[in-house]
């Protein structure tokens, strides 16, 4: 009979499905954040301070992937790990917050590792890829300053328009483990066909210019 901690272990593999985690190339990060054109109207970015916890968390809260979240968590969970004080940002429109996005530090003896939590938009404003792109390399600028040697960051298998924004601005997809790899064949052969004419795009603009 099977003891109780494998039958765990066993319960723990089934429902358990790690986050997909990528890489943001530094380089990538440096360019991003250079290119980026002014937000539509409405639209305003700044840093995120303590003062703003609650409100990040009753943000945080309306999606329900991410679960419920306090002030206090905010703070202990986001705010007390950044890699510096401007990397937790707020995206406004009309003065109302409807973004957010923070990068942590995950660093190892050997690396300096920044790693973005909850870059997240609204759903009503995550067609403009001005304002997502403001989000994510804002966000991770200070990783850039302050010379960290990764980037990475992590989403649902679901959500496949976040996935997608990502490998289309350069990310790199992590296969670090047996699931990982299961994580992205099942990632590329359902965008594949998007991912294709994204690249075929790309080329031309790289041609033409």
Same mark, same amino acid.
């Given at each position: 009979?099977?003891?109780?901690?494998?039958?765990?272990?066993?319960l723990v593999a089934f429902f358990y499905r790690?986050?997909?985690?990528?890489?943001?190339?530094?380089?990538?990060?440096?360019?991003? &954040?250079?290119?980026?054109?002014?937000?539509?109207?409405?639209?305003?970015?700044?840093?995120?301070?303590?003062?703003?916890?609650?409100?990040?968390?009753?943000?945080?809260?309306?999606?329900?992937?991410?679960?419920?979240?306090?002030?206090?968590?905010?703070?202990?969970?986001? +705010?007390?790990?950044?890699?510096?004080? %401007?990397?937790?940002?707020?995206?406004? +429109?009309?003065?109302? /917050?409807?973004?957010?996005? +923070?990068?942590?530090?995950?660093?190892? &003896?050997?690396? &300096?590792?920044?790693?973005?939590?909850?870059?997240?938009?609204?759903?009503?404003? %995550?067609?403009?890829?001005?304002?997502?792109? *403001? *989000?994510? +390399? %804002?966000?991770?600028?200070?990783?850039?300053?302050?010379?960290?040697?990764?980037?990475?960051?992590?989403?649902?298998?679901?959500?496949?328009?976040?996935?997608?924004?990502?490998?289309?601005?350069?990310?790199? /997809?992590?296969?670090?483990?047996?699931?990982?790899?299961?994580?992205?064949?099942?990632?590329?052969? %359902?965008?594949?066909?998007?991912?294709?004419?994204?690249?075929? &795009?790309?080329?031309?603009?790289?041609?033409?210019?």
């Amino acid at each position: 009979m099977p003891s109780l901690t494998n039958v765990t272990r066993l319960l723990v593999a089934f429902f358990y499905r790690p986050r997909v985690i990528y890489e943001f190339p530094i380089a990538v990060l440096d360019n991003g &954040r250079k290119s980026l054109g002014p937000l539509p109207e409405g639209y305003e970015y700044r840093v995120a301070t303590e003062a703003d916890c609650a409100v990040i968390a009753s943000l945080l809260s309306s999606d329900p992937g991410f679960g419920t979240w306090t002030a206090e968590r905010v703070k202990v969970e986001l +705010f007390d790990r950044l890699i510096d004080p %401007r990397a937790a940002t707020i995206m406004l +429109f009309k003065g109302t /917050p409807v973004g957010c996005g +923070f990068v942590t530090d995950a660093s190892t &003896r050997r690396r &300096r590792i920044a790693y973005g939590m909850y870059l997240y938009l609204m759903p009503a404003h %995550r067609g403009k890829k001005s304002v997502t792109n *403001c *989000c994510v +390399f %804002r966000t991770f600028a200070p990783a850039v300053d302050l010379n960290y040697d990764l980037a990475l960051g992590e989403s649902d298998l679901s959500r496949l328009s976040v996935l997608l924004l990502h490998l289309s601005n350069g990310c790199v /997809p992590v296969k670090n483990s047996l699931y990982s790899y299961i994580q992205w064949f099942q990632i590329e052969r %359902r965008l594949g066909p998007t991912l294709t004419a994204l690249a075929k &795009r790309q080329t031309r603009k790289a041609i033409a210019e």
